[in-house]
């Protein structure tokens, strides 16, 4: 067994990553490029950003671990949990740290689960061409993908548009006649068990980062609605006692707490006691529509 082939890479994969580096190469030539390059790095590597990355990073890792000891994950799924990771894992980021109510958690797992599984089934390991042809199909899939992203901007492009969307419409057409095809041929063939294993892994690990992502959302409500109460505040702090009763008594609500008013908030902000403070928020609780009195 090839190195490559032992951590599920196929020549697919090969393809993407020799244009990957290429692109990458070319790119990184221009001083310009180098120098945007170097700000993102910059900001990645910032703790608010990689401390959250890291912990993911470390609890995909374990639920992987996990999940090797009830027969789900094994080695010939590395490369199918790095992209997930890489795309789902921390694409979730982003709607976690701006959501306001818990229904971005549905819509991570459903569209993780239903991208990762399409793909794995219809794109990774059923059909490969050879290493060659892969080589010059990828360019001209993304050409036509991305002159169809292009001409969807502007009216005058619509025959364009057509043309595209014709062409991404019967390539995938025959993938999937192809691929069905194969499977009918080879099925006694096909490692039935593995095959399993790669459709639930993107069902299995979205729901493993549910508790994470929800958490992340949390904190980031608490520390925007803290900045914002820190800013109405007459000596830019927070009193303990408004902290203490916010958190105690909106806890997990996470809609509560990203709703929480500009009126509401300065009441807040200027709450002499605890009894006070309390009573607000247990107000709120019940009429988050009014306004404070």
């Known amino acids: 067994m090839q190195p490559f082939e032992r951590i599920g890479l196929n020549e697919r994969d090969l393809a993407l990553v020799a244009w990957l580096s290429i692109g990458l190469s070319a790119a990184l030539l221009k001083r310009d490029v180098r120098q945007s390059a170097l700000s993102v790095l910059k900001l990645a590597i910032t ?12 609890g995909t890792f ?5 999940g090797s000891s009830f027969g789900l994950w094994n080695q010939g799924l590395a490369k199918d949990t790095v992209v997930w990771y890489l795309s789902a894992g921390l694409g979730g980021f982003g709607s976690a740290v701006s959501a306001k109510n818990s229904h971005f958690i549905w819509l991570f797992v459903r569209r993780s689960v239903a991208l990762a599984a399409v793909a794995e089934l219809f794109t990774n390991g059923l059909f490969v061409f050879s290493l060659p042809t892969e080589l010059l199909l990828q360019p001209v899939l993304i050409f036509v993908g991305v002159l169809g992203a292009v001409a969807a901007t502007k009216a005058e492009y619509k025959s364009v548009k057509r043309l595209t969307d014709g062409i991404l419409f019967t390539l995938g057409l025959l993938i999937v006649v192809f691929v069905t095809r194969r499977l009918v041929e080879a099925w006694d063939k096909l490692d039935g068990a593995q095959l399993v294993r790669e459709l639930v892994l993107p069902l299995w690990l979205s729901s493993a980062t549910v508790a994470f992502l929800f958490g992340m959302s949390l904190f980031s409500g608490y520390e925007q609605l803290f900045t914002h109460l820190r800013s ?27 709703s929480l008013s500009h009126a509401w908030r300065w009441k807040l902000a200027r709450a002499e006691s605890l009894r006070e403070a309390w009573v607000l928020v247990g107000t709120y609780l019940r009429e988050p529509d009014s306004e404070p009195v």
């Open 47 to 58: 703790p608010k950003l990689l401390v959250p990355c890291v912990v993911r990073a470390i």
């Open 62 to 66: 374990w639920a992987c671990r996990l």
């Open 232 to 258: 109405q505040s007459t000596t830019s702090q927070i009193r303990w006692f408004v902290t203490l009763s916010l958190v105690f008594r909106l806890n997990i609500r996470l809609a509560a707490v990203t």
